[in-house]
């Protein structure tokens, strides 16, 4: 706890000094890290999405249909997935995929040395590895939970459609009725909170790997295993902080 205060802190200068000098920033580090954990994402999450998606809207519609309330599987469906299932789908898979990355590639760094001839140069380790990854992980989470979201509501529409005969004009026209717009920015909101919670406990780990392989292997599995358990955790507090908004 004493280190993540520490490399919250270290953040926060590090931003700081960024908006004091921002033609001196790592911009390169960071549309490189933007590219790689936003855009190479993009078709693993709405493939699992999509599916998510349908799987609720099938398992629903059979219980819907009991009741003779067809209908609300719209209502159902928008709200499960604009607020909750969306961004803490996104935050899940790119803490398996870009969270463990990051550790590897400082831990790597760590086991060639890297690390130690950064330090003899006086170059910043938090300035240069920490800050871009953390702040392309902040703007490309949010972007990334909105289309998993997107990519869901297409497969719960057509599952939906296939299933109860709703039609997907209906669904589109009941889903902005169903969703409040304050859903959307609350799920941007705490993707954007996800994204720097991950990659920040994803540097974390790997900072502390010591120069062996075996040290790698666990830094990397403690990192996923930790930023998902983290994930899970503030979205329950956010649920619970924010029940009154958007419903």
């Not at 997907?168 to 717009?181: D, G, H, N, Q, T």
């Not at 993707?191 to 075996?214: D, E, W």
């Amino acid at each position: 706890m004493v280190d993540a205060l520490r490399l919250v802190g270290q953040l926060m200068l590090d931003c700081v000094q960024l908006l004091r000098s921002p033609g001196r920033g790592p911009w390169r580090d960071f549309s490189g890290h933007l590219y790689r954990i936003g855009a190479t994402a993009l078709p693993i999450t709405a493939l699992v999405g999509f599916l998510i998606g349908v799987v609720l809207a099938y398992l629903m519609s059979r219980q819907l249909r009991q009741l003779g309330a067809d209908a609300f599987i719209v209502n159902i469906l928008g709200v499960s997935l604009v607020r909750e299932l969306g961004p803490v789908l996104a935050a899940i898979l790119l803490a398996g995929r870009s969270g463990s990355a990051i550790t590897a590639q400082i831990g790597v760094m760590r086991v060639t040395e890297e690390l130690d001839a950064m330090k003899v140069m006086g170059i910043a380790r938090g300035y240069r590895l920490v800050m871009p990854r953390a702040l392309a992980m902040a703007l490309a989470m949010p972007l990334v939970a909105v289309w998993t979201t997107l990519a869901a509501l297409l497969g719960g529409m057509i599952a939906a459609d296939l299933s109860m005969g709703l039609p997907p004009a209906y669904f589109v026209s009941a889903l902005s009725r169903a969703v409040k717009i304050a859903n959307l920015w609350l799920a941007m909101g705490k993707s954007m909170v996800f994204g720097v919670m991950i990659a920040l406990i994803a540097c974390h780990y790997g900072l502390r790997i010591k120069p062996n392989t075996q040290s790698l292997g666990e830094g990397t599995t403690a990192s996923v295993v930790t930023s998902i358990t983290m994930v899970i955790l503030v979205d329950a507090l956010f649920a619970v902080v924010f029940r009154e908004v958007g419903i």
